[in-house]
């Protein structure tokens, strides 16, 4: 599974414990760019930050490959799709992946992608 940068958010929100037990159940994956969004966002508090390093240092973070650009490039080539969101769903895509979010609209219309969105499923 890999985890898109608004759950991991959620995640560390003391009333979304459903969602921890799930990533501490399913073995989750980041894409670098959920690294890189949920730790640039600017009006981080220090706690927060120091909460979300500890989880990227636990779980796998996927670095941007050709490969995964390559993907990207063509998802945003059949449909408008945020950077960030194409890069999500292309390293997906590339790793065989279920992808963990609640921005299911983002990410609907990509047929190679399975997606569940654990605040409604």
């Known amino acids: 599974m890999l985890l898109d940068s608004n759950i991991i958010i959620y995640a560390i929100k003391p009333e979304f414990s459903n969602l921890r037990d799930l990533i501490e159940k399913g073995h989750p994956k980041v894409s670098a760019i959920s690294y890189l969004e949920v730790l640039g966002y ?32 063509i998802l945003r080539r059949q449909r408008k799709m945020s950077l960030g969101d194409s890069i999500i769903a292309a390293t997906t895509i590339v790793h065989n992946l279920t992808l963990i979010t609640a921005n299911v609209k983002d990410f609907q219309w990509v047929q190679e992608i399975t997606i569940v969105n654990p605040l409604k499923d």
């Open 42 to 73: 600017h009006k981080l508090t220090l706690e927060d930050k120091q909460d979300f390093e500890e989880f990227f240092n636990i779980v796998p973070i996927i670095h941007i490959t050709q490969t995964i650009i390559e993907e990207a490039v």
